[in-house]
């Protein structure tokens, strides 16, 4: 009974062995306090699921945000000199239609969303998914068409000319465009009709730019002699467009990227930039959006014919609308382009800026012959 304990036994006295631990000894390297910080590995209370975090509502969720940050960057008060306008600025009626236009932007991106994924079980915009799994079950072949719509509505809008087919675009309050101005027109296969009507109207000179009309110099001779106030060239075409434009180039055509082109004319405002016949519109938007960015250019109309077929994936068409709206454009009219592609596969889409729209607010407001 006198003797030690033995190695392996304890005394009560003794320290706790290297397996035990007192209730007020300190906590081992592995053990976290009440008061310590998550380990890597832990979450906080607050933050999202794992599983949410990649879900078609947190996607959606991060989309909306996306798009309201860039809302916040397109005000027509702005402070950069060349937006600012003290008066209409000022204009409460203009500045509740302006904040109507915003809101239905981020009520539209939540509205395809959510019918997508109501139809399909997947995020549309999810580039993890082969496009063909993005797509309605029934037989919607262009769906991505249907997801957008005007999301603004212009008190001025005509169509230049007043004909039928496909060299008319829709226009927004041409009637405040004054000259000097400018037209970029992308494609033309041998029609001139709009650039005249816009020259007729607002006087504005045009650059038509189609290397397509190359191979015909009969037709190209004659159509160059019809045009007003334009200045052709048959001998480029824009990098990046995957139709005739570049299929069908001679050996004397080169490819130039859309800011080249218009550095090169020097171009810095477009009064009207229209592109037809076209499958590289989502390329030519990004390089556009680069220099909207950098306050190279400026655009008051832009019309695009968009070709589903131009965007191997829904994101691809989206990232089009989103440089868009960072050059302060706002979608006003939508068309089914039968004419332009086989089926229902073409759109033209129409927008117009918005200091163009506070432009032509106060008109439209105290004049009832303004059109």
Request: net charge neutral; proline share 7%; charged share 25%.
């Given at each position: 009974p006198l003797s030690p304990p033995r190695a392996a036994e304890s005394s009560p006295l003794s320290p706790p062995r290297a397996a035990e631990r007192s209730p007020l000894s300190p906590?081992?390297?592995?053990?976290?306090?009440?008061l310590s910080p998550p380990r890597a590995a832990e979450r906080s209370p607050l933050s999202p699921p794992r599983a949410f975090e990649?879900?078609?509502?947190?996607q959606l969720e991060a989309r909306v945000a996306s798009v309201s940050r860039r809302l916040n960057?397109?005000?027509?008060?702005?402070?950069?000199?060349?937006?600012?306008?003290?008066?209409?600025c000022s204009d409460a009626d203009w500045q509740a239609r302006e904040q109507t236009w915003r809101d239905r932007v981020l009520a539209w991106e939540r509205a395809r969303a959510t019918d997508h994924y109501q139809r399909t079980k997947f995020f549309w915009l999810d580039r993890k998914y082969h496009g063909s799994k993005l797509r309605h079950p029934e037989d919607l072949r262009?769906?991505?068409?249907?997801?957008?719509?005007?999301?603004?509505?212009?008190?001025?809008e005509q169509r230049l000319p007043l004909a039928a087919g496909r060299g008319p675009k829709w226009v927004c309050g041409v009637g405040a465009v004054r000259a000097p101005c400018r037209t970029v027109s992308l494609g033309s296969k041998f029609d001139g009709s709009f650039e005249r009507a816009v020259y007729d109207v607002a006087g504005c000179e045009a650059l038509v730019v189609d290397p397509t009309l190359a191979r015909n110099d009969d037709r190209l001779r004659r159509f160059r002699e019809r045009l007003k106030g334009a200045a052709l060239n048959a001998s480029v075409g824009i990098r990046g467009f995957q139709d005739d434009q570049n299929e069908t180039q001679?050996?004397?055509?080169?490819?130039?990227?859309?800011?080249?082109?218009?550095?090169?004319?020097?171009?810095s405002h477009v009064s009207f930039f229209k592109a037809d016949d076209v499958e590289g519109s989502a390329i030519m938007m990004r390089d556009l959006?680069?220099?909207?960015?950098r306050g190279e250019v400026t655009i008051d109309h832009l019309n695009l014919q968009v070709a589903s077929r131009s965007a191997a994936h829904p994101a691809d068409l989206a990232d089009l609308f989103d440089a868009a709206l960072d050059c302060q454009l706002m979608l006003f009219h939508k068309?089914?382009?039968a004419g332009g592609c086989a089926g229902d596969a073409c759109a033209d889409f129409a927008w117009v800026s918005l200091r163009q729209a506070r432009n032509i607010h106060h008109s439209c407001t105290t004049d009832p012959s303004f059109i």
């Amino acid at each position: 009974p006198l003797s030690p304990p033995r190695a392996a036994e304890s005394s009560p006295l003794s320290p706790p062995r290297a397996a035990e631990r007192s209730p007020l000894s300190p906590p081992r390297a592995a053990e976290s306090s009440p008061l310590s910080p998550p380990r890597a590995a832990e979450r906080s209370p607050l933050s999202p699921p794992r599983a949410f975090e990649r879900s078609p509502l947190w996607q959606l969720e991060a989309r909306v945000a996306s798009v309201s940050r860039r809302l916040n960057e397109t005000r027509s008060c702005s402070s950069n000199p060349a937006y600012f306008d003290a008066e209409l600025c000022s204009d409460a009626d203009w500045q509740a239609r302006e904040q109507t236009w915003r809101d239905r932007v981020l009520a539209w991106e939540r509205a395809r969303a959510t019918d997508h994924y109501q139809r399909t079980k997947f995020f549309w915009l999810d580039r993890k998914y082969h496009g063909s799994k993005l797509r309605h079950p029934e037989d919607l072949r262009h769906v991505e068409m249907d997801f957008f719509e005007p999301e603004y509505s212009c008190c001025s809008e005509q169509r230049l000319p007043l004909a039928a087919g496909r060299g008319p675009k829709w226009v927004c309050g041409v009637g405040a465009v004054r000259a000097p101005c400018r037209t970029v027109s992308l494609g033309s296969k041998f029609d001139g009709s709009f650039e005249r009507a816009v020259y007729d109207v607002a006087g504005c000179e045009a650059l038509v730019v189609d290397p397509t009309l190359a191979r015909n110099d009969d037709r190209l001779r004659r159509f160059r002699e019809r045009l007003k106030g334009a200045a052709l060239n048959a001998s480029v075409g824009i990098r990046g467009f995957q139709d005739d434009q570049n299929e069908t180039q001679n050996a004397t055509t080169s490819l130039v990227p859309i800011d080249v082109l218009l550095r090169d004319a020097r171009v810095s405002h477009v009064s009207f930039f229209k592109a037809d016949d076209v499958e590289g519109s989502a390329i030519m938007m990004r390089d556009l959006r680069a220099m909207c960015l950098r306050g190279e250019v400026t655009i008051d109309h832009l019309n695009l014919q968009v070709a589903s077929r131009s965007a191997a994936h829904p994101a691809d068409l989206a990232d089009l609308f989103d440089a868009a709206l960072d050059c302060q454009l706002m979608l006003f009219h939508k068309e089914r382009n039968a004419g332009g592609c086989a089926g229902d596969a073409c759109a033209d889409f129409a927008w117009v800026s918005l200091r163009q729209a506070r432009n032509i607010h106060h008109s439209c407001t105290t004049d009832p012959s303004f059109i």
